[in-house]
């Protein structure tokens, strides 16, 4: 082998399998931002193993500034949904008022959507180490759960550093993604280790947190464990 050839491969050697792995934004990729979540809500019953999901995946996949989708199965009452991560507000919107709909429709069913400001929230996420920013949780999820509260408060107003380290403590917590409403609701999407952690929370510890507040709620609880493969198939920060 010549000298420069020798040295060409060295070099390579080195960069592929010596370095540290580079991520996609050191190497010039670009991943795109979560700047809006949503979440839907199918009023069906319908088991998840019967939902088509191969076939819709790539059909969500494709819509306008997509980044990610964990797949929702309703515990008790096998709703179907999701929680949705996009680039921006504008295509969130898009989402939810052109596609949404239309697909819907042709189930004949009704449906629940909601949009969420993901710019606000970062900060108090990234805290609850939420896998939509970055957090990396120490288990597989067993269940999901969804909040939100009946009420108007800007994001900047929710005293969060004060809630966060009472939220960690809450048995079975894996992360937290805060949620900020576009008219200003507040709510959360929860990943914990088992049902009965989940079942705990929403039925019996969150109702009190809406009392003191003189709040109604909206609260659901999802089986994480039959989404898995669905999700992963789109983009899930839960399942990776």
């Given at each position: 082998m010549k000298p420069t050839i020798a040295i060409k491969f060295i070099t390579l050697f080195a960069t592929v399998f010596l370095m540290p792995q580079l991520s996609f934004a050191e190497v010039g990729e670009k991943i795109p931002m979560t700047k809006a979540f949503v979440y839907t809500e199918v009023q069906n019953s319908v088991p998840f193993g019967q939902i088509p999901w191969a076939k819709r995946n790539p059909v969500i996949s494709s819509q306008a500034g997509f980044i990610s989708k964990t797949w929702l199965s309703g515990l008790g009452n096998n709703s179907v949904g999701g929680i949705y991560s996009?680039?921006?507000?504008?295509?969130?919107?898009?989402?939810?008022?052109?596609?949404?709909?239309?697909?819907?429709?042709?189930?004949?069913?009704?449906?629940?959507?909601?949009?969420?400001?993901?710019?606000?929230?970062?900060?108090?996420?990234?805290?609850?180490?939420?896998?939509?920013?970055?957090?990396?949780?120490?288990?597989?999820?067993?269940?999901?759960?969804?909040?939100?509260?009946?009420?108007?408060?800007?994001?900047?107003?929710?005293?969060?550093?004060?809630?966060?380290?009472?939220?960690?403590?809450?048995?079975?917590?894996?992360?937290?993604?805060?949620?900020?409403?576009?008219?200003?609701?507040?709510?959360?999407?929860?990943?914990?280790?088992?049902?009965?952690?989940?079942?705990?929370?929403?039925?019996?510890?969150?109702?009190?947190?809406?009392?003191?507040m003189n709040a109604a709620v909206y609260t659901r609880?999802?089986?994480?464990?039959?989404?898995?493969?669905?999700?992963?198939?789109?983009?899930s920060p839960f399942f990776q």
């Open positions: 996009f680039d921006s507000m504008e295509n969130a919107q898009k989402y939810v008022t052109e596609f949404f709909p239309k697909a819907v429709s042709k189930q004949g069913v009704a449906h629940t959507t909601r949009i969420f400001d993901a710019v606000v929230t970062e900060e108090a996420s990234r805290d609850m180490n939420s896998p939509h920013f970055g957090g990396a949780i120490p288990t597989k999820p067993g269940a999901f759960v969804y909040t939100e509260l009946q009420i108007t408060l800007l994001f900047a107003d929710v005293p969060w550093q004060e809630r966060n380290p009472v939220l960690k403590k809450i048995p079975g917590l894996l992360s937290k993604t805060w949620l900020s409403g576009v008219n200003n609701t507040i709510g959360g999407f929860y990943a914990f280790d088992t049902i009965e952690n989940a079942k705990h929370f929403a039925i019996e510890e969150f109702p009190k947190t809406a009392a003191k609880i999802f089986d994480a464990s039959v989404v898995e493969e669905a999700s992963r198939g789109m983009h």
